[in-house]
C-alpha cells in the first residue's frame, strides 16, 4: 500500500516525492527477549507495511530526528540536510507488531536507497535505541531491512550472522486489542534485570558477555547464584535460546509439529517466568491449544499486543475456537487474519 504515502506527499507539498519506500511490520515465530542478550531470533516480516516518501522541504525540519541524525553521521544525506516526509501504514501501532522499527526502516530506506539492508537496520536500530531511548534489541529492525518472502530470517544477535530459512506454514495472528507503549512500559525494566544478571553470573563466568550465551547445560548453577527475580528473567532467556535455535532447525526439516510444540513451550516460559505476558494472550494460547492448534504464543515484547497460531491448512477449528473464548471472556471478537511471510524494505516506484 504505497500509493496513500506518495498521495499524501502529493496533497500535503504540492508536488511529487524524491523517492519512496516501504518497510514492512514482523511477527516473532520464537527467540523472545533473547535479542538483547546476544540469542537467537527468528521472525517474518508480515504483509502490513509502513509507507514514507521523501523530498526536499522549503525549511529545516528535524523530523524524525533519529534517523536523520544517523545518516548525517554516516554522511549519505548532506549535513545539515533537512526533509520533507509523508507517511502511511496498515501496520497496527502498539500490537507489537514492530511499527515504529517499520517507520525508521522506511524512512531510512526513502531517504538512502544506496544503503545496504543491513546498514539500514543499523541505521533504524539505532535511530530507535539511542534517540528514542528503547533498549530494544535488534530483531524488529534487522527483519523489517532483510526480510524475503516465504522466509523466516535465523537472526544470532550476538554476532548478528543471519539465516534465510523457508517458511510457507498457515499462520494466524490474533489482536488482543490490547495495546503497549514500549517507551514507557516493561521492557527497559526487563533489560535492567537482565544486565543486573549478567553482572552477577559474571563472578561465576568471568568471560561472559551476553546472558544468551551461559551455557544451557549450567542452568543449576545459574539458578543457585541469581536470587529472584532475576533467576526467573534468566532461566528463560537461557532456555528461549536453545529453543529458537532447536526450532530454526525443525522448521528447516519442515518438522511443523515439533516446532509448533516449541512455541507453546515459549509462551508457558513467557509467562511464568519473563512475566511479559497478559490474560488476553493466555485466553487465545489457551483456546488454541486445546483447539489441536500446532502452536501458538505472545509475539513481540508481549504484555498486550498480538498472539501468533501455527495451524494445518486444513484447520477449521481453531478460528471460531479462539472466537467463543475470547467473546466468552472479553464480551468481544479479536481479529483474526493470516499472515504470510512478506519482503523487507524496499523502494516504491513514484
Ligand atoms: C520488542 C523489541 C525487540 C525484542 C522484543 C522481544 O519488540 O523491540 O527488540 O526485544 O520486544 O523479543
Same mark, same amino acid.
Given at each position: 500500500m504505497p500509493r496513500p504515502a506518495i498521495d499524501l506527499f502529493h496533497e500535503t507539498f504540492g508536488t511529487t516525492p524524491r523517492s519512496a519506500a516501504s518497510a514492512p511490520g514482523r511477527v516473532n515465530l520464537i527467540g523472545e527477549h533473547t535479542d538483547y542478550n546476544g540469542g537467537p531470533v527468528l521472525p517474518i516480516a508480515i504483509p502490513a507495511r509502513t509507507t514514507a516518501a521523501v523530498g526536499p522541504p522549503r525549511s529545516w525540519v528535524a523530523y524524525l530526528a533519529g534517523v536523520l541524525r544517523e545518516l548525517w553521521s554516516l554522511e549519505v544525506v548532506p549535513p545539515n540536510g533537512s526533509a520533507r516526509i509523508a507517511v502511511a501504514s496498515d501496520l497496527p501501532v502498539g500490537a507489537g507488531l514492530a511499527s515504529s522499527a517499520a517507520l525508521a526502516v522506511a524512512v531510512a530506506k526513502a531517504l538512502a536507497p544506496n544503503l545496504k539492508a543491513r546498514q539500514i537496520a543499523g541505521v533504524a536500530f539505532r535511530a530507535e535505541h539511542d534517540h528514542v531511548g528503547v533498549h530494544c534489541g535488534v530483531m524488529d529492525q534487522t527483519i523489517a531491512a532483510l526480510g524475503r518472502r516465504d522466509h523466516a530470517l535465523l537472526v544470532e544477535c550476538a554476532s548478528l550472522e543471519a539465516t534465510q530459512i523457508p517458511f510457507g506454514a498457515r499462520l494466524l495472528l490474533v489482536d488482543t486489542g490490547k495495546r503497549h507503549d514500549l517507551s514507557t512500559g516493561g521492557l527497559n525494566a526487563r533489560r535492567a534485570e537482565c544486565e543486573e544478571a549478567v553482572k552477577r553470573l559474571k563472578i561465576e563466568l568471568p568471560e561472559l558477555a551476553w546472558l544468551a550465551s551461559w551455557p544451557a547445560e549450567w542452568l543449576l548453577r545459574l539458578k543457585r547464584a541469581l536470587p529472584e527475580p532475576l533467576r526467573s528473567r534468566a532461566v528463560h532467556v537461557v532456555s528461549e535460546t536453545a529453543r529458537a535455535r532447536f526450532a530454526a532447525q525443525l522448521l528447516a526439516q519442515r518438522k511443523l509439529k515439533q516446532f509448533g510444540r516449541l512455541l507453546y513451550e515459549s509462551h508457558e516460559s513467557c509467562r511464568r517466568l519473563y512475566d511479559c505476558s497478559s490474560p488476553e494472550l493466555d485466553t487465545v494460547v489457551g483456546a488454541a491449544k486445546r483447539a489441536g492448534a500446532l502452536g501458538a504464543r505472545l509475539t513481540g515484547a508481549g504484555w498486550g499486543g498480538a498472539a501468533i497460531v501455527l495451524v494445518n +491448512? $486444513?484447520? +477449521?477449528? $481453531?478460528i471460531p475456537a479462539i472466537q467463543r473464548a475470547y467473546e466468552r471472556a472479553y464480551g468481544k471478537t479479536p481479529p483474526i487474519s493470516e499472515v504470510q511471510a512478506s519482503a523487507g524494505a524496499h523502494v516504491e516506484r513514484l
Open positions: +491448512k $486444513t484447520d +477449521k477449528k $481453531t
